[in-house]
């Protein structure tokens, strides 16, 4: 029986032991605490920057310095705090669509944005518009300190833009012909809006993805562009029998024009020419009348005999016709 002990004999065994044990140990104890707070301290104190980021140092929430992508040291124990902001990444926005998945073949949310993509014209109609912005960080500082939602800056500074220029142009220009022009100045206004409110970012592109008239007037929209089509190829078709007609007729004209001109010059040198032997002749006439009337009654009968089918020479003396002579055998020259 002097060998049995009770429970409270064992639990005061276990407690001298623990005694025992906490005064063997004791003396460790700060050495804990100060090799844990040395490796919280280190942890708190070295920090990385990514590749395509820089870091913003703050000092009790005050901006002190930034750092470029690496290893560095800052103070531990919260008293410095540092932020990566990623500043070589392109972000992109979408508006009046979003993209459910990317990839080769882009999966796009069912759901439509109407309060983000309907665009008054300048003409009053109303277009669904839809495009995206390219931006990314260009001042680190100024987007953490400047401004509270730059996020939600960017896409409400993109709304207010391109709502302007909507409605300076009209529906059609919006449509086709001013697309290009409209991305560009549209870029170009959101750009100088950001730096204006210091929002630290910059634009790398803004683009107009799609264009159309709203879903509930697309038909009546529709035909009025079927019937601009068809009159345009009415007015393209009558421009081409155009000009088939007039540059033909203006080429008959200049045809007649250049005959006409050079039969009045045929005339007028034929007229000069007549004139010309004709005053020759008479002055021939004049220095020998008997001998100039012989030659040119022979000329002219030289002429004229050949072109006679049958001749016949007449004696004015007798009262019957003489034997036709052969004149004709021979042309009349003998």
Not at 225 to 250: D, S, T, V
Request: charged share 30%; aromatic share 8%; with cysteine.
């Amino acid at each position: 029986m002097d060998d049995f002990r009770s429970p409270e004999d064992l639990f005061r065994e276990e407690a001298k032991k623990v005694k025992q044990m906490g005064k063997d140990y004791g003396k460790y104890i700060p050495i804990m605490i100060a090799a844990l707070v040395i490796i919280f301290g280190l942890q708190g104190t070295i920090y990385s920057i990514g590749p395509d980021e820089v870091g913003v140092i703050q000092r009790f929430g005050k901006y002190v310095r930034g750092t470029e992508p690496g290893l560095h040291f800052k103070l531990p124990f919260g008293v410095e705090k540092v932020t990566p902001i990623k500043v070589k990444k392109i972000f992109k926005e979408e508006f009046g669509f979003r993209t459910a998945r990317a990839g080769i073949k882009s999966v796009y949310a069912v759901r439509q944005f109407p309060e983000e993509s309907l665009m008054l014209t300048g003409d009053l109609n109303i277009l669904d518009v839809r495009w995206i912005v390219q931006y990314r960080v260009s001042d680190p500082v100024k987007l953490l300190f400047m401004t509270r939602d730059p996020l939600g800056n960017v896409r409400a500074m993109s709304e207010v833009v391109m709502r302007r220029l909507c409605g300076n142009y009209t529906v059609d220009e919006v449509l086709t012909t001013k697309r290009e022009e409209i991305s560009r100045l549209a870029q170009v206004e959101l750009q100088k809006l950001l730096d204006k409110y210091r929002t630290g970012i910059g634009v790398v592109t803004l683009k107009l993805l799609d264009v159309n008239p709203p879903d509930t007037v697309k038909p009546a929209f529709n035909e009025v562009n079927e019937a601009k089509q068809e009159r345009e190829r009415m007015i393209n078709e009558a421009w081409e029998a155009y000009n088939k007609a007039i540059p033909r007729a203006k080429g008959e004209a200049l045809r007649t024009v250049s005959q006409a001109e050079g039969y009045s010059l045929d005339k007028v040198n034929r007229a000069k020419g007549e004139a010309d032997r004709f005053l020759v002749t008479w002055r021939e006439y004049k220095k020998a009348p008997d001998i100039t009337k012989q030659r040119l009654y022979l000329e002219t009968m030289a002429a004229v005999l050949p072109r006679a089918e049958r001749k016949f020479v007449m004696d004015p003396q007798q009262s019957s016709i003489l034997p036709l002579l052969r004149l004709d055998q021979k042309g009349g020259t003998e």
